[in-house]
């Protein structure tokens, strides 16, 4: 997926997510990104090194926190 498009839907996104692309999905920056990754309740999957979200897990996290 390339992050230079506008996400116009969650049928466009890979299973999972890497920051640039959490960022891209959420409207922040690419070091908030990490942050939110980094924070307790968020579904980060830990790879080695990597972090990553899974689609599915983000879309009910933001379901569960929008206000």
Same mark, same amino acid.
């Given at each position: 997926?390339? %992050?230079?498009?506008?996400?116009? /839907?969650?049928?466009?996104?890979? &299973? %999972? =997510?890497?920051?640039?692309?959490?960022?891209?999905? &959420?409207?922040? /920056?690419? /070091?908030?990104?990490?942050? =939110?990754?980094?924070?307790?309740?968020? !579904? %980060? =999957?830990?790879?080695?090194?990597?972090? =990553?979200? !899974?689609?599915?897990? &983000?879309?009910?996290?933001?379901?569960?926190?929008? /206000?």
């Amino acid at each position: 997926m390339r %992050t230079t498009n506008t996400i116009t /839907s969650f049928d466009q996104l890979s &299973l %999972t =997510l890497n920051a640039t692309q959490v960022a891209a999905v &959420l409207g922040i /920056s690419r /070091s908030n990104a990490y942050a =939110l990754m980094r924070s307790e309740g968020f !579904p %980060t =999957l830990h790879i080695g090194r990597r972090m =990553l979200v !899974p689609k599915d897990r &983000l879309i009910r996290w933001i379901e569960a926190n929008a /206000s």
